[in-house]
């Protein structure tokens, strides 16, 4: 179950294991915390230092975005999640690996070639709600496999995002190319999103993140150290690595949430310095849709490719591609003088 917080004058408190949401003039909501999987509030309500305590201790990841008025530059999204898990064979095999050259780059090609197939599953949303042309789909997909011949015999970090970067770039022309101009789509933009399109790419990598954040957390690994991201003060590697392969499941989400005809100017708003946001009449619709996907979320490659990997909860498919990453760390072979010191 989701909880979105989204009024301007409530507060927020720990109550007998809820959440309780006050707001003057209304009847307190109450949402049990062991059945809440996920909390996203907008702007800026006061709540306890008790209930985020309770929330961390639970397991339920909070993501603050800016509310109305706020520039996304100075007030992005926040999470809160539970501290890391004491994992330290894993952590100390995460570490190792990133300090060999070797392995490091194969594990950020690994985490690249998921993403880089992973484009199968849009592309069907593409096809079946904005009409793209199976040629169209095809010429794509083959730019793709080369893309993937590339990416493995890539000798360097530099030359394998240099082959993503061009895939993404051919991704969101498609994207331009084919949905409804109406949508005033060009190509990828951020912070802030410039038109719907990439304001609701923007939400859902933020909300996938969110929780492969408190996945990271959880199982134990380092979510600083990651293959792909070169650490760098502030930013969590390992979660933005991890996000890469989630990212066409929020596309093909997306694409199918998106209505062909084009927007709805009431379920918009824009601002010189916040960009294009959802409006807060349009987002009880959004969330409810996020909730039933996320409840369901497909395999990167689609049921067809991998038939033994059915479609699961978010928060298990990412407890499954971390496993998948653990398993993947622990086959390198680095010889025998560095396998006999681990």
């Given at each position: 179950?989701?909880?979105?917080?989204?009024?301007?004058?409530?507060?927020?408190?720990?109550?007998?294991?809820?959440?309780?949401?006050?707001?003057?003039?209304?009847?307190?909501?109450?949402?049990?915390?062991?059945?809440?999987?996920?909390?996203?509030?907008?702007?800026?309500?006061?709540?306890?230092?008790a209930?985020?305590?309770?929330?961390?201790?639970?397991?339920?990841?909070?993501?603050?975005?800016?509310?109305?008025?706020?520039?996304?530059?100075?007030?992005?999204?926040?999470?809160?999640?539970?501290?890391?898990?004491?994992?330290?064979?894993?952590?100390?095999?995460?570490?190792?690996?990133?300090?060999?050259?070797?392995?490091?780059?194969?594990?950020?090609?690994?985490?690249?070639?998921?993403?880089?197939?992973?484009?199968?599953?849009?592309?069907?949303?593409?096809?079946?709600?904005?009409?793209?042309?199976?040629?169209?789909?095809?010429?794509?997909?083959?730019?793709?496999?080369?893309?993937?011949?590339?990416?493995?015999?890539?000798?360097?970090?530099?030359?394998?995002?240099?082959?993503?970067?061009?895939?993404?770039?051919?991704w969101?022309?498609?994207?331009?190319?084919?949905?409804?101009?109406?949508?005033?789509?060009?190509?990828?933009?951020?912070?802030?999103?410039r038109?719907?399109?990439?304001?609701?790419?923007?939400?859902?990598?933020?909300?996938?993140?969110?929780?492969?954040h408190?996945?990271?957390?959880?199982?134990?690994?380092?979510?600083?150290?990651?293959?792909?991201?070169?650490?760098?003060?502030?930013?969590?590697?390992?979660?933005?690595?991890?996000?890469?392969?989630?990212?066409?499941?929020?596309?093909?989400?997306?694409?199918?949430?998106?209505?062909?005809?084009?927007?709805?100017?009431?379920?918009?708003?824009?601002?010189?310095?916040?960009?294009?946001?959802?409006?807060?009449?349009?987002?009880?619709?959004?969330?409810?849709?996020?909730?039933?996907?996320?409840g369901?979320?497909?395999?990167?490659?689609?049921?067809?490719?991998?038939?033994?990997?059915?479609?699961?909860?978010?928060?298990?498919?990412?407890?499954?591609?971390?496993?998948?990453?653990?398993a993947?760390m622990?086959?390198?072979?680095?010889?025998?003088?560095?396998?006999?010191?681990?």
């Amino acid at each position: 179950m989701i909880l979105v917080v989204d009024h301007r004058d409530c507060t927020l408190r720990h109550e007998n294991g809820c959440v309780r949401v006050e707001q003057a003039g209304e009847k307190p909501r109450r949402a049990p915390i062991a059945q809440l999987e996920l909390v996203v509030v907008y702007g800026n309500p006061l709540a306890e230092t008790a209930l985020w305590r309770a929330l961390a201790s639970a397991g339920v990841p909070t993501v603050m975005l800016p509310a109305r008025g706020q520039s996304p530059e100075r007030n992005g999204p926040a999470v809160l999640a539970g501290g890391i898990a004491t994992q330290l064979p894993l952590r100390r095999l995460q570490h190792s690996r990133a300090a060999d050259p070797a392995a490091a780059l194969h594990l950020a090609r690994w985490c690249l070639r998921h993403k880089l197939q992973g484009y199968d599953l849009p592309l069907i949303a593409l096809a079946a709600h904005h009409g793209a042309a199976p040629a169209v789909c095809a010429a794509f997909r083959q730019r793709r496999d080369q893309a993937l011949t590339a990416l493995a015999a890539a000798t360097d970090l530099d030359t394998a995002l240099g082959v993503e970067g061009q895939i993404a770039h051919a991704w969101f022309g498609l994207l331009a190319q084919v949905i409804n101009p109406a949508w005033n789509f060009t190509g990828r933009n951020r912070r802030p999103p410039r038109d719907p399109v990439n304001a609701l790419l923007s939400l859902g990598y933020t909300l996938v993140g969110t929780e492969i954040h408190q996945g990271v957390m959880a199982l134990g690994l380092d979510p600083s150290l990651g293959f792909l991201h070169q650490p760098v003060p502030g930013r969590e590697s390992m979660v933005l690595d991890l996000t890469e392969i989630f990212r066409c499941g929020v596309d093909h989400f997306v694409l199918g949430w998106l209505p062909p005809a084009g927007p709805r100017q009431t379920d918009w708003y824009y601002r010189d310095t916040e960009g294009c946001r959802l409006s807060k009449a349009a987002r009880p619709g959004f969330f409810e849709a996020w909730s039933l996907v996320r409840g369901r979320w497909p395999y990167p490659l689609g049921d067809a490719a991998q038939p033994e990997w059915p479609h699961g909860t978010l928060r298990e498919q990412i407890h499954g591609w971390i496993e998948r990453l653990r398993a993947e760390m622990k086959a390198i072979d680095l010889g025998p003088t560095a396998a006999a010191s681990e």
